[in-house]
C-alpha cells in the first residue's frame, strides 16, 4: 500500500501561483510513476500531468502545458505541482496519484493509488 496525502490547496485570483505538494508513505516511493489529477464541479476527473519514476520525463496535458510544471523528491518521497499563471477554469480538486505504469497521461483506470485530494479555486 502507498498513502498520499495532499497539501497547498487554497484560493487565489487569476493569474496567482500556488504549489501543491503530496507527501507518500508506505511501499518505496520512486517504484511509482506520479500524477495529479483534478476534477472540476459536474466534470470527470482529468489527468493534468505526470512524472517519472526518476523524474527525468513529464508529460502535460495542452490544458496546462507551460503554466504548470510537476516535480519530486525521491529522497522525500514527495511529489510537487507549482501552478503559475492561474485561471478560474483550472478551479478543482486535485489529486495525487501513483501508478506502476510508464509515464505518460493516465486513465483513472491506470492508477494504483490515490489520495483523497485538495481544493484549488481561482477567483476572476
Known amino acids: 500500500q502507498v498513502q498520499l496525502v495532499e497539501a497547498g490547496g487554497g484560493l487565489v485570483q487569476a493569474g496567482g501561483s500556488l504549489r501543491l505538494s503530496c507527501a507518500a508513505s508506505g511501499r518505496t516511493f520512486s517504484y511509482y510513476t506520479m500524477a495529479w489529477f483534478r476534477q472540476a464541479p459536474g466534470k470527470e476527473r482529468e489527468c493534468v500531468v505526470a512524472?517519472?519514476?526518476?523524474?527525468?520525463?513529464?508529460y502535460y496535458s495542452n490544458s496546462v502545458k507551460g503554466r504548470f510544471t510537476i516535480s519530486r523528491d525521491n529522497a522525500k518521497n514527495t511529489v510537487y505541482l507549482q501552478m503559475s499563471s492561474l485561471k478560474p477554469e483550472d478551479t478543482a480538486v486535485y489529486y495525487c496519484?501513483?501508478?506502476?505504469?510508464?509515464?505518460?497521461?493516465?486513465?483513472?483506470?491506470?492508477?494504483?493509488?490515490w489520495g483523497k485530494g485538495t481544493l484549488v479555486t481561482v477567483s476572476s
Open positions: 496519484a501513483a501508478s506502476i505504469q510508464p509515464v505518460r497521461i493516465f486513465s483513472m483506470n491506470e492508477i494504483d493509488f
Open positions: 512524472i517519472s519514476q526518476s523524474g527525468r520525463t513529464t
